[in-house]
């Protein structure tokens, strides 16, 4: 019984494919509502930072966790992702960093999954299960 759950691989998948696949959802969104990549321009622009930034979004969003998904790349993938959550910790969600919900969660909880999933995918890798396993 031990041996069976015992599989590294197997958690590292699911721990891709969760992370992927969920921060996927947020970037198709910005595909299907540019006006949100209109409005991170102008919080890029505000804190005086080029608004050409913007893009790394949909590195972040789109091609990372579809890379992580398939298992290429996956550490540097999962590099992205953590650059990607630090812009949108500190752009869009700095005042809530030391914030709880009325439920006594952390505020951000979403976007410290984000982030913490993908500093453990820095340390894993991708395991056995992914086109170019490393």
Known sequence: MNDILRNDDAGKLILRLTLGILMLFHGVAKIQSPSIAEFIAGSLSSN????????GVYLGELLAPALIVLGIFTRYSAIVIIINML????????????????HGGWRLELQGFYLFAAAAIVFLGSGNHAIKPD
């Open 48 to 55: 005086g930072l080029p608004s050409i930034l913007v893009y």
């Open 87 to 102: 812009f949108a910790i500190f752009l869009m969600h700095s005042g809530d960093i030391f914030s709880l919900t009325q």
